[in-house]
């Protein structure tokens, strides 16, 4: 599968930490903003200062959870692939899985299992949704011109709506 075919392992882990880091900074900095906004003092200057104040006290954090997730993904999928030899939907799930789990390890046995769950169903979503519209848009290309040359192969007349074949 093209999707699949990506930089190197050592190399994935420490792009895939960088760009979690890097929507995790910016997805926090317009929610903390937003936040900072509505929770600070009556006045524009207030609310201004407390938005920027919350963006730079939280962002950073917001962003460092997303980069040990994304880093920890990434290992995890990396050591898959060298596990099972082969790069498939399946990796990614069981990585989601895996990560879920460790990042709750701290809090017990059951938040672990709740949280491969939700962590193996999210990326079993994202991986269905991505094998979706790659066959779509497979099958958008696939015949340009579904009728052809052959005019026997033009549909009924009933459900041309409207169009003019020649």
Same mark, same amino acid.
């Given at each position: %599968?093209?999707e699949?075919? *990506? ?6 882990i =420490?792009?895939?930490? +960088?760009? &979690? /880091? #890097? %929507?995790g900074?910016?997805?926090? @900095?317009?929610f903390q ?5 509505r929770? !600070?003092?009556?006045? =524009?200057r207030?609310r201004?200062r407390g938005?920027v104040?919350a =963006? *730079?006290i *939280? $962002?950073?954090?917001?962003g460092?959870? /997303? !980069?040990v997730?994304?880093g920890?993904?990434? #290992?995890?999928?990396?050591g898959l692939?060298k596990l *099972?030899?082969?790069?498939d939907p399946w990796?990614?799930?069981?990585? @989601? $899985?895996? #990560?879920? $789990?460790?990042? &709750? &390890?701290?809090s017990?046995?059951?938040?672990m299992v +709740?949280? &491969? %769950? %939700?962590g193996g169903v ?5 991986? +269905?949704? @991505?094998?979706l519209l790659t066959?779509? #848009? !497979?099958?958008?290309f696939?015949?340009p011109?579904?009728?052809g040359?052959d005019p026997n192969?033009?549909p009924?007349?009933d459900?041309q709506?409207g169009y003019?074949?020649?």
């Open positions: %599968m093209e699949y075919a *990506r930089e190197p392992c050592p190399w994935r =420490v792009d895939d930490c +960088g760009g &979690a /880091f #890097t %929507m900074v910016i997805g926090g @900095g317009v903003s937003i936040k900072g906004f929770n !600070a003092p009556v006045g =524009v207030h201004l938005s104040n =963006v *730079r *939280r $962002a950073p954090q917001i460092g959870s /997303f !980069a997730w994304g920890l993904f990434s #290992t995890i999928d990396c692939v *099972r030899g082969k790069e990796n990614s799930i069981s990585s @989601g $899985a895996l #990560t879920g $789990a460790i990042l &709750a &390890a701290r017990g046995p059951l938040a +709740g949280s &491969a %769950m %939700m999210l990326l079993a979503l994202i991986e +269905g949704v @991505g094998i066959r779509y #848009t !497979a099958q958008q696939h015949n011109n579904p009728f040359d192969q033009l009924p007349k459900q709506q003019q074949y020649q």
